[in-house]
Each structure stands twice: as C-alpha cells, then as structure tokens.
C-alpha cells in the first residue's frame, strides 16, 4: 500500500510503498477512504509524544470501509462503513469498565502508539469495542473530521464543560477544534466568542454561530476582551488552540467559578505550561482536561448531525490527494489552517 512516513522528527515524510497492515485478533484492518490533517498530527512529526517509534505513519482521524476482521472480532463484517475515535480502548481495563474508554489505561492511538491513517490502510485493536458504524447517507469526509476535532469538541462543550443554553462560552483557536466547539456551543443555545489571529478563521467562526469575535493579533487583552464583551467574563472557556498564551486568556477571561477546559496540547521542552492559578484559586474556577470521547458516547452526536442541527461537514475546507500530505503536514505548524483538512489516500 501507499503510505506517508517519515524516519526523523521534524524532516520532511515522504509517500512509499509499505507492506500492507494485518489483523489482530480482537482487530481489523480498515480501507482509509478519508482521513484529516489534525495539529496533533503535526506535534507526533515534531517529536512531542513519546510514544512514536520510528519510521512512521502519522494520521488518527479517519473513516473507511472494514477490509478484514481477526478471528476473535465478533461484531463487524467486511464492507461495514465505520470511523473510530482516535483513542482506540482496550475494553476490560478499570477506566474502561467505568465507561471511561477516553482515558483507558492501555488504549491505542492510531497515528501515534503505532502507524496510522495516512495511508490507504489501518490497523485497528479491540474493533468490538471502538468501531462506530456511519449512517449510510454520511460521506467518509464527513466521517474523517469526528473521529479527532468533533467528537473532542464535543464531548469537551456538553460533556466536560456542562454548557447551557444563555451561557457565555469563549472559545480560543478557531482551527478545526475550536469550530467545532463553536458550532456545537451555539447548536446548544449558547452564546459564543470566538478568539483567533486569522480574519478568515473568525469569519468561518462567525458561519457557524460566533455572536462576537476577537481578532487577537490585533487586541492587546484577549482575556479583557473576553471579559467586557461578555458583561464580566465567559462561564464556559476553551483552549482549543493548545499554547501557554491561549490557555493563560482562557482562564483569565472566565467570570467567577467559571470553566476552563484545555482541548489543545500543550507542549514544552519541560513538559508543563504555566497556568494563571491564582485566579483559579480566588474566582473558584474550575480546571477541566478533555481528551477526545469513547466510541459508546456517539449516538447523540450522530443525532445531532443527522437532524442538523449541527454540521460538521461544512468544517471541511479542503480535500488533498496523499501526495500532497507531506506538505501540509509540515505547514501546519506555522499556518494550522482554517477548517478541516482532510486527505483522500486513494486519489
């Protein structure tokens, strides 16, 4: 098969021929009919997850066609349309019992623990426990943009952050992520501010929902932005960008115990990012991780996508062939882009 890989951190990858995947027993191999452009994949190329092995195959958020199934797997087929969240749990872990699969303590990533998506198949582990089924009228580009940045977005607005309609949510980094919370913040009848450096970005934020934006390459205080535009602060904040500066306004432009909640990576030579904890400290904020969202958590969201009333597809900004991967796994560290980018590895 034709896949991206790259040998060292931070050189360029290149597309190759590479044997193809083979089950597991609790397993299956996917054939990748669409697969996006993450930030995170661009953080695994520079080096920042340890649990990369070289050479690799980046890419975690995809959708496809079930090729073949291990012998133990007992609820997929060949040809069932699936996608995947981007933590693949092992089902019988502590975490997982409790229905926390986003956390499970021996879960899988593809595109990280071992090869992934950018390529035209993927290996997956414990496919009874991870495979999501796609609604026949979804198409793979729709499907390829929930598996990492919409279910995140997500599961971090309604399920972590608790939002309700009438609240104040800001949301900081209008990439892919951050649309995704703002759509999902307004479909939930919140109003909403979106924060980010790109004209174009803050326009597409407004698209789907934004009732203010802050252009923060041009405003000197985000967090005071924030704060006068929404008669005191946001109940609900997002980093949805992943900086020390973005999380810092994040938490700074929440009005008392407010909510916080870091979406975005944050990575750093010594591995923290400081947080403004004394304002957590005297407005009682709260300080809330997200990490993606289990397979069983699906349902209302494909729900919501089904009636309309949100619409990830519009997220996707542009489709690329995989030859053009390489590139643009490169830019995304200085120009992550506006929407969702998503690659077709059989084009």
């Avoid at 919140?190 to 924060?195: L, M, N, S």
């Avoid at 990575?267 to 809330?288: D, H, Y």
Wanted: glycine share 10%; proline share 6%; hydrophobic share 45%.
């Amino acid at each position: 098969m034709r896949a991206v890989v790259f040998e060292r951190y931070g050189e360029r990858a290149e597309v190759r021929e590479v044997a193809d995947p083979e089950p597991s027993e609790h397993g299956v191999v996917v054939r990748v009919e669409a697969t996006g452009l993450c930030r995170s994949d661009w953080h695994g190329w520079m080096g920042h997850d340890p649990d990369i092995t070289l050479p690799h195959v980046p890419g975690h958020e995809l959708a496809g066609v079930v090729e073949e199934v291990g012998a133990r797997v007992v609820g997929r087929r060949p040809g069932d349309r699936v996608t995947v969240p981007f933590v693949c749990a092992c089902g019988s872990c502590p975490s997982c019992a409790a229905g926390d699969q986003q956390v499970c303590e021996r879960q899988t990533q593809p595109g990280f623990t071992h090869w992934g998506s950018f390529a035209q198949y993927v290996a997956l582990e414990h496919a009874d426990v991870n495979l999501v089924a796609l609604p026949a009228e979804m198409s793979f580009r729709t499907a390829a943009a929930l598996g990492c940045r919409f279910a995140t977005a997500f599961r971090a607005v309604v399920q972590q952050g608790r939002v309700a309609a009438g609240e104040w949510v800001a949301v900081h980094g209008a990439g892919g992520v951050g649309l995704s919370a703002v759509m999902i913040a307004a479909a939930s009848g919140a109003r909403v501010v979106a924060v980010d450096v790109s004209p174009r970005a803050l326009e597409l934020a407004r698209k789907f929902g934004a009732a203010e934006c802050v252009d923060a390459e041009r405003t000197e205080d985000t967090a005071q932005a924030v704060r006068d535009l929404t008669g005191g602060g946001a109940h609900l904040s997002l980093d949805a960008l992943g900086s020390p500066a973005t999380c810092a306004a994040s938490v700074n432009g929440l009005r008392r115990r407010g909510r916080h909640i870091q979406v975005g990576l944050l990575p750093s030579s010594s591995g923290t990012s400081p947080v403004p904890m004394a304002r957590a400290i005297a407005l009682e904020l709260e300080i809330i991780g997200s990490h993606g969202m289990a397979a069983h958590a699906y349902p209302p969201m494909l729900e919501l996508v089904r009636s309309g009333a949100v619409r990830p597809d519009l997220l996707v900004t542009s489709t690329i062939p995989l030859s053009a991967s390489p590139e643009a796994l490169a830019a995304m560290g200085t120009a992550p882009g506006q929407g969702v980018t998503v690659v077709e590895p059989w084009s």
